[in-house]
């Protein structure tokens, strides 16, 4: 999102200053309404995938580091969607009973709206991390698995989610809960109002930066390249495939069939097969964060293009369709794994208590 959900809120609501007539208005509303929906029921379905994929990998074992990297992934995922779906239940007012507009608003952003922006972001460096994994498997095969370890998975994965939770917790700092008496309602309400520690303001402009803009585009950038090499490297490995030839390595009589030339280069069956399934998930995670990087790089550039301002409306729905997209993102890789590997797709069905498929 941008800085201006960290400085507000994640009300969405349309307000006095922004342009367009009262039918605008409306449309507007009825959009946030059936994006809101969809946040949620699509929440209700990430969770559960991402609960199998969980207990998939963790029945196949974390002997891989694929495997370990994939179902922190997993764990990333099923916590983005369910802040995703708490975004979209705090805009259809769930926390409006018995507490005013700023205090809803403000806890639709500590329920929601923070915790989506750290678990997107942390998913974001997991599919990088993948992404440089595989990388580094094709390019360097016999060295990368000194070069990443489990030891070294674990760590990295772990930095990874105490650098987001550190975010979280910072931001959420700045919330104080209190009571205030309410001459509307004529009786005392619970508020929660944000109060900026000035101490740590240099440090949560740092963070906002760096979580708002700086690591999605990077996370972006890194699948992006690491992508393409991979997708290079499969057209190369079908391309010797096509072209390698029969030669006769022995002419006695006893020698055999004869064997196949195979370019030294060439990727093995097996992580040929990991390398499918790594394109398609950041082939995937790249069609969806791409309209949030260019929401982000809006956000900064233009002065106008946010929440209350000029273009007010536009940014709110766009901010939630980017929220979607990322939503779906962390709830389909399930199929990915399902389609592409065999061995998950036989635990998975084992699951259900059918045979293997």
């Not at 891989?64 to 099923?78: E, G, I, K, R, Y």
């Not at 997107?120 to 992404?131: D, E, N």
Request: aromatic letters at 10%; hydrophobic letters at 50%; a positive charge.
């Amino acid at each position: 999102m941008s800085q201006g959900f960290f400085d507000r809120n994640l009300s969405f609501e349309t307000n006095g200053t922004s342009p367009g007539s009262e039918a605008i208005d409306q449309w507007v509303q009825s959009v946030q309404s059936v994006l809101s929906w969809t946040l949620v029921v699509t929440g209700v379905v990430g969770v559960m995938t991402n609960v199998l994929t969980i207990l998939v990998f963790a029945k196949m074992g974390f002997s891989s580091t694929f495997h370990m990297s994939c179902t922190a992934l997993a764990v990333s995922d099923v916590l983005c969607v369910v802040a995703s779906a708490m975004t979209g239940a705090a805009v259809l007012g769930v926390f409006r009973r018995d507490v005013d507009a700023k205090t809803s608003a403000h806890m639709g952003t500590i329920t929601g709206g923070l915790p989506q922006i750290v678990f997107s972001r942390i998913t974001a460096l997991i599919t990088a991390w993948i992404s440089v994994e595989r990388c580094l498997s094709v390019a360097y095969p016999t060295k990368v698995r000194f070069i990443i370890t489990r030891t070294v998975t674990k760590v990295a994965l772990s930095i990874m989610f105490c650098l987001g939770f550190f975010f979280l917790l910072l931001a959420s700092s700045s919330y104080r809960i209190g009571r205030r008496f309410d001459p509307k309602v004529n009786s005392t309400r619970w508020t929660l109002d944000v109060e900026e520690n000035k101490k740590l303001k240099a440090l949560t402009q740092f963070v906002r930066m760096f979580f708002g803009l700086i690591l999605p585009v990077l996370s972006w950038v890194t699948v992006t390249i690491c992508t393409v090499f991979l997708i290079v490297k499969l057209r190369q490995n079908s391309m010797w495939k096509k072209t390698a030839v029969p030669t006769a390595t022995d002419t006695s009589s006893d020698a055999g069939d004869a064997k196949t030339t195979r370019p030294k280069q060439q990727v093995p069956v097996k992580e040929r097969r990991v390398v499918k399934i790594v394109v398609v998930v950041t082939s995937i995670f790249l069609a969806c964060s791409l309209p949030m990087s260019v929401h982000l790089l809006a956000s900064f550039s233009l002065p106008e293009y946010i929440e209350w301002g000029a273009l007010g409306q536009l940014f709110v729905i766009n901010s939630l369709v980017c929220v979607w997209l990322s939503q779906v993102n962390s709830s389909i890789n399930i199929l990915v794994f399902a389609v592409s590997g065999q061995k998950f797709r036989s635990v998975l069905f084992g699951l259900f208590g059918f045979s293997k498929p």
